[in-house]
């Protein structure tokens, strides 16, 4: 059995203080350990990309799919698109011209960083890097083109992950992640649902769309969102669980 993992940096080792997460600990190489026994030919490909958004994936979809041809494809995405961020998109651009001032963009960097809780409070959507209608509709085409290779039977092929972390945590750093949370985490459960693909959004969810087995603080790192050590065996017995439903 091959499954790939198309994700952003939550699939991922860490080395931030206070989150030192070794490759044996992120979750997929958890999930490859829980399910070798069962699968003497298991394959299980982190296609994990860091910083990686809902169209980032669509571009990597031939590279992660077509061409692995996976029996399973995990997808886990949203945060990086939803993230309450301090740069709007144009400034950011500019900032990143071969020859802008290095000086001024750290000013500028240090300006608004200082004031992140004011920025986003304001209007948490204003600088995401992916517009809400903008994350629906390319999900719903990532969800359609698996659908698409998997001849209309994405429904045992595909498990997707929404948006996990501690929104306390989240909300300290940036005021209103929360919200943000809420609304992509329901564009994932909705656009899932319709065609019956697993949505880790289903057991127990809370407000914001996230399983109450993940909202827990002490399973995150110091931003909220990517897991630690913990968070990583908990989501790993997760997706395990739903694997085992399918196959």
């Keep these: 059995m091959r499954i790939t993992v198309l994700a952003d940096s939550l699939s991922l080792p860490r080395g931030e203080e206070g989150n030192l997460v070794s490759w044996e600990e992120t979750w997929p190489r958890l999930l490859y350990h829980r399910l070798k026994p069962q699968y003497d030919?298991?394959?299980i490909v982190n296609y994990g990309r860091?910083?990686?958004?809902?169209?980032?994936m669509l571009?990597?979809?031939r590279d992660a799919v077509t061409l692995i041809e996976p029996d399973i494809v995990i997808v886990q995405v949203?945060?990086?698109?939803?993230?309450?961020?301090?740069?709007?998109?144009?400034?950011?651009k500019m900032m990143n011209v071969?020859?802008?001032p290095k000086s001024l963009r750290k000013r500028v960097i240090k300006y608004r960083s200082d004031r992140r809780q004011a920025i986003t409070q304001k209007d948490p959507l204003a600088n995401v890097w992916t517009k809400p209608s903008q994350f629906d509709d390319s999900f719903w085409m990532l969800l359609s083109k698996l659908s698409e290779h998997y001849?209309?039977?994405s429904s045992t092929r595909v498990i997707v992950l929404?948006?996990?972390g501690n929104m306390q945590q989240m909300n300290d750093k940036s005021p209103g992640f929360s919200d943000n949370v809420k609304q992509y985490n329901e564009m994932i459960r909705s656009r899932t649902e319709s065609i019956g693909v697993a949505t880790l959004c289903a057991p127990e969810p809370n407000e914001v769309g996230i399983p109450t087995r993940l909202e827990a603080a002490e399973l995150y790192g110091p931003d909220g969102y990517h897991p630690n050590a913990a968070g990583n065996v908990v989501t790993a017995n997760m997706v395990y669980d739903e694997i085992v439903k399918v196959v």
């Design 41 to 43: 030919n298991l394959d």
């Design 59 to 61: 571009k990597h979809f």
């Design 151 to 153: 001849e209309n039977d």
């Design 98 to 100: 071969p020859g802008f």
């Design 50 to 56: 860091r910083a990686c958004t809902i169209t980032d």
């Design 78 to 92: 949203g945060v990086v698109d939803c993230a309450p961020r301090v740069m709007p998109i144009p400034l950011r």
């Design 162 to 164: 929404p948006v996990l």
